[in-house]
């Protein structure tokens, strides 16, 4: 069975602060795939980015970056010096090597105060 | 940049009737996905549909449930006689091809079942 656990819901930053949005998966496929989505107020999700199980590379863009450990079976999310248009729900979702589908996290509200 | 577009954004309907929400998915995609999000909660997998026909389907897609590509361009989702609980945010999403790839989301379509 494929799960996604976010065990924070809402999270409160002052901006500027760094923040880590955490994300535990469950799958005994060998070979599954990782994402993470933004959904801003208006209610879009966005893609920010995908991750191979095959590729433990961390990888950063921008203020933003990424940590996944197989090991801990974790795909973390960090933003560094906040904003508040950083202020958004963020899925983190898992698809296995057959079909597409997706499962996503509950979610982590972030707020970013000014 | 292309996008998917879904219509109408926000849907009115009373329980028992039939709603049919649009899609319209990115030209050259060949998978396309009907997700939903119950208010505040987590995004869930309705329905995957490639090559005309439906490729994977979640408990949550009942007989009340169907998809149509009635053209080159639109994807539907139909609810025949819905349900309070119907009411939800529907999401659109299509994926070019490949296992593992991003799916790129429409902006949702708001049901509210009164």
């Known amino acids: 069975a494929q799960k996604v656990t976010q065990a924070q819901t809402e999270i409160s930053v002052v901006e500027k602060e760094d923040v880590t949005l955490d994300c535990v998966y469950e799958?005994?496929?060998?070979?599954?795939?990782l994402f993470w989505y933004k959904q801003p107020p208006s209610g879009e999700l966005v893609f920010l980015i995908r991750?191979?199980?095959?590729?433990?590379q961390n990888e950063i863009s921008g203020r933003y970056s990424w940590n996944f450990q197989k090991s801990t079976s974790s795909f973390n999310f960090t933003i560094t010096a906040s904003q508040v248009v950083d202020s958004a729900v963020y899925f983190c979702?898992?698809?296995?090597?057959?079909?597409?589908?997706?499962?996503f996290g509950t979610g982590t509200s972030l707020t970013v105060i000014p | 940049e292309p996008e998917v577009t879904q219509t109408p954004s926000h849907q009115v309907t009373q329980m028992g009737q039939e709603v049919i929400l649009r899609c319209v998915p990115i030209?050259?995609?060949?998978?396309f996905y009907w997700y939903r999000q119950i208010l505040g909660q987590k995004v869930e997998f309705l329905v995957s549909?490639?090559?005309?026909?439906?490729?994977?389907k979640s408990e949550i897609f009942d007989d009340q449930f169907s998809v149509e590509r009635p053209d080159g361009s639109n994807f539907t989702l139909k609810i025949r006689s819905t349900k309070l609980e119907d009411s939800a945010m529907y999401f659109c999403?299509?994926?070019?091809?490949?296992?593992?790839?991003?799916?790129?989301f429409g902006p949702g379509t708001r049901l509210t079942v009164t």
């Open positions: 979702a898992l698809s296995g090597n057959t079909g597409n589908q997706f499962y």
């Open positions: 799958t005994r496929d060998t070979t599954y795939y």
């Open positions: 991750r191979n199980s095959f590729d433990e």
């Open positions: 030209s050259n995609h060949l998978y």
């Open positions: 549909f490639y090559n005309n026909e439906i490729s994977e």
């Open positions: 999403a299509s994926l070019q091809s490949g296992t593992g790839k991003e799916q790129y």
